[in-house]
């Protein structure tokens, strides 16, 4: 359920036919405005603030609950994998309205910098822990994960580009 100033708004597979479907976008949207405005409202902060770009699940024959695995094994090749539907939307999603607190920030002498990682992951299905995000031994029944990530794994190099990002920022490179 959605609510804005104490009234539902909304819902996400609400089985309710009397209230208005709304979008997984619709709440990533109003949280990252939310985020945005709170951050551009510090007072005297004159800083960086940095942002990772939303990443792409890899479910491969179903949804996470219907199924769905990600068994690659190796990184796709530049030409086997394209964003779309879900990913796509959440991605554009984060980046409209990064562009927007980027926008009031400056005004206010804040500094942005966004750290797009989502092309880069999307090319990685082999990351995920899939079934094997639990001991061997247990006996679970569970949907593969493949949203989170293995540690070590692509993720790693998320940190390598972040320290970039802030040796640039500081002027040492």
Same mark, same amino acid.
Request: charged fraction near 25%; glycine fraction near 8%.
């Given at each position: ?44 902060? $004159? ?7 939303? &990443? ?6 179903? @949804? *996470?609950?219907?199924? !769905? ?26 980046f409209q309205e990064y562009k927007i ?29 899939? $079934? ?7 006996? &679970? ?6 949203? @989170? *990530?293995?540690?070590? !794994? ?20």
């Amino acid at each position: 359920m959605f609510y804005s100033n104490r009234r539902v708004i909304g819902c996400l597979f609400c089985p309710e036919s009397n209230i208005r479907h709304r979008s997984s976008s619709f709440s990533y949207r109003r949280a990252w405005r939310t985020a945005f405005r709170a951050m551009n409202s510090l007072k005297n902060f $004159k800083g960086t603030i940095f942002l990772r770009s939303f &990443v792409p699940s890899h479910f491969e024959g179903g @949804h *996470w609950d219907k199924g !769905g695995d990600c068994i690659r094994t190796k990184p796709f090749k530049s030409n086997e994998s394209v964003m779309a539907d879900y990913n796509l939307e959440m991605y554009n999603t984060q980046f409209q309205e990064y562009k927007i607190g980027e926008r009031e920030g400056r005004k206010k002498g804040i500094k942005f910098s966004f750290m797009d990682m989502t092309q880069i992951m999307q090319m990685r299905p082999d990351g995920h822990p899939s $079934k094997y995000g639990h001991w061997p031994q247990q006996n &679970v029944t569970m949907a593969n994960d493949c949203v @989170h *990530w293995c540690l070590p !794994g692509p993720i790693d190099a998320w940190n390598d580009f972040l320290m970039e990002l802030i040796y640039r920022e500081d002027g040492s490179r």
